[in-house]
């Protein structure tokens, strides 16, 4: 089976603007869960998805959403963007069931 | 809340020496516990995992770990390390009641294995 696959891996964008990052799950798999990356903070859940609902969220202010559609493709937005949010975003895709994640590449987004 | 303390954030070893990399967990409510790999410019790749059974679990390249539920704590092992098992280790906890599919991360391990 194919892993999971983030689009795009790198991102550049400037403050204030808003951007998306897409998450296409291992096949089968139902629940994607979002993560972010940073030297600082280390690896934060952000949110996870299950048959295009939310089921949980991290502490993170309302310019992170996500979304997740009815093939399990997952998007996240993050609307305003600032400084702190460059960062590592991880995507995970888990089967119905097991509380095993497995990661795609990520996308690496810096905002300048 | 739950919470993961990776205790060393930098091991240096040479090759084929022994190391443990060091994992407690904050509670003793049932957890399921994962250790996760990372190289360089890459994601997470899952090492191994505890979620019943048997106390110590291995992975395919070598490593093991064994969960302690009087001591809270997950220390990954493995008794000769090679140069390219250089590259950041995660200890990871989730727990069954506490919400789907939600880790909780340690800070990380760097290991570095020198010639």
């Known amino acids: 089976k194919a892993g999971v696959t983030q689009t795009p891996r790198y991102l550049i964008k400037t403050r204030g603007q808003q951007v998306t990052l897409s998450c296409s799950p291992i096949s089968g798999h139902r629940s994607v869960s979002w993560y972010q990356q940073t030297p600082g903070q280390g690896l934060q859940f952000l949110f996870e998805y299950f048959s295009e609902t939310q089921r949980n969220k991290g502490n993170f202010p309302g310019r992170f959403s996500g979304r997740q559609f009815s093939n399990s493709r997952s998007e996240m937005n993050v609307s305003t963007l600032e400084l702190g949010d460059s960062a590592l975003y991880l995507c995970?895709?888990?089967?119905?069931?097991?509380?095993?994640?497995?990661f795609g590449p990520g996308t690496r987004l810096t905002v300048l | 809340a739950q919470s993961v303390t990776q205790l060393d954030s930098q091991v240096p070893v040479f090759e084929e020496a022994p190391v443990e990399l060091r994992c407690n967990y904050s509670?003793?409510?049932?957890?399921?516990l994962f250790w996760y790999v990372q190289y360089p410019n890459q994601g997470l790749q899952l090492l191994l995992k505890?979620?019943?059974?048997?106390?110590l679990v291995e992975s395919i390249n070598g490593f093991e770990a064994e969960f302690n539920k009087s001591q809270t704590s997950f220390h990954l092992r493995k008794p000769s390390v090679h140069i390219s098992d250089t590259a950041e280790y995660f200890c990871a906890v989730s727990e069954p009641s506490g919400g789907y599919n939600k880790l909780i991360f340690g800070a990380g391990t760097r290991l570095a294995v020198h010639p």
């Open positions: 995970a895709s888990s089967p119905t069931g097991t509380d095993t994640q497995y």
């Open positions: 509670s003793s409510v049932s957890v399921y």
């Open positions: 505890y979620l019943s059974g048997s106390t």
